[in-house]
């Protein structure tokens, strides 16, 4: 953390290994193998002291990716925090706390649906009255897509998603304003640059259509759709992964031509291992490049009025909406969840992309095309 700061990073995203994400202490025998594996095991609120010793909490923010024990974990970054001069009014943290796309992308989650989405409702409304800038939900079709969704349906049930966590807070009486606007999102990119694009433009469009004609939110800076739109590990290869550098540059470009608020991207490294110190540099230096040199601040559309970019957009919009009608069909996204249709319906589409791989039909440079013996 200290290093991307101090060469000009400016947020924080705090992964968790798995016991944490699963509510396990490092020494519980379910933990055995894989503390420390995907991310930070945190225990106890000194471990949470470490994670952020010596970082100024008041300017730099911190995503925290963890799901089910979410409310938990900001719990404790708001201890840790207050322990150390911060009043929870100026510290700013973006939990994930996304469970229903844990049980359709990730499987890391603990409680039933209903009662996981009433803790969900909980840190919302918590964090609007006791933490103003902190993002109490972070919405992920990233996930849903790697498991293999497709770019539309990633959309559609992302959209459906924060829907489903909005009803609940709006059943306790409150107004949509008062906290959605606290809402934010997290997107992947891999792939046709021109599908991933069309796919945010479209998104965009949908979201602040929902919030308007669906919610009738008032203010217009609730209507943005927030977040990270990053570059998937889904799409980095183990073979040639030089390329991934590339490919980290094109992800990046794809997200500033969406109309991404800020984007992240893998090392190229993280296809076969946890990123090193040089490799995150260079992701960083990515992002500088587009940013400082390649102009890519200069305008905020510079594919408005595009027919190719607006057509394809179209299309996709249409395609987002008859996914999103599906889900309504089989009783809504909770309902979808529990009856684990979403589940199914990710799974074939991953079988198939696989197979696509593996008979050409799906091109991958270093993996089916331009391979080296």
């Given at each position: ?62 995503s925290l990716t963890v799901n089910a ?174 390329n991934n550098i590339m490919r980290g ?102 079988y198939a992309f696989e197979k696509g ?17």
């Open positions: 953390f200290k290093l991307l700061i101090s060469h000009g990073g400016t947020g924080l995203n705090v992964a968790f290994d798995l016991p944490t994400q699963m509510g396990y202490d490092s020494d519980d025998p379910m933990s055995e193998g894989e503390v420390g594996r995907v991310g930070m095991a945190i225990d106890t609120l000194r471990d949470m002291e470490i994670l952020l010793d010596g970082i100024d909490l008041a300017t730099i923010g911190a024990v979410a409310s938990i974990i900001l719990a404790m970054y708001q201890a840790m925090a207050e322990k150390h001069g911060y009043s929870a009014d100026v510290i700013s943290a973006t939990p994930q706390n996304d469970i229903l796309k844990e049980m359709i992308g990730r499987g890391a989650w603990i409680f039933p649906a209903g009662p996981a989405v009433n803790l969900i409702g909980d840190t919302i409304e918590y964090s609007m009255k006791a933490m103003p800038k902190t993002n109490p939900v972070s919405v992920c079709g990233y996930h849903i897509r790697e498991s293999g969704a497709s770019a539309a349906q990633e959309m559609a049930y992302a959209l459906l998603i924060a829907n489903a966590y909005i009803d609940n807070v709006l059943k306790r009486g409150y107004d949509i304003d008062q906290f959605v606007g606290r809402f934010s999102f997290n997107f992947d990119i891999f792939g046709n640059i021109w599908e991933t694009v069309a796919k945010f433009r479209a998104g965009r469009k949908l979201w602040a259509r929902n919030l308007k004609e669906k919610y009738g939110v008032k203010k217009t800076q609730n209507l943005f759709m927030r977040g990270m739109f990053g570059g998937g590990g889904g799409g980095l290869t183990k073979a040639q992964p030089e540059a094109y992800y990046g470009l794809a997200a500033a031509l969406a109309g991404g608020q800020t984007t992240g991207l893998c090392s190229y490294d993280e296809a076969y291992t946890i990123p090193t110190p040089h490799a995150a540099i260079l992701s960083l230096r990515t992002l500088q490049l587009l940013m400082d040199e390649m102009g890519l601040r200069d305008t905020v559309d510079p594919l408005a009025g595009s027919y190719f970019i607006e057509t394809i957009t179209k299309e996709m919009e249409q395609k987002i909406e008859e996914e999103m009608v599906k889900i309504e069909k089989v009783g809504g996204i909770v309902q979808a969840v529990t009856s684990g249709y979403a589940q199914r319906t990710v799974a074939r589409q991953a791989l593996q008979s050409g039909e799906l091109l991958k440079v270093g993996v089916n095309i331009h391979t080296q013996g």
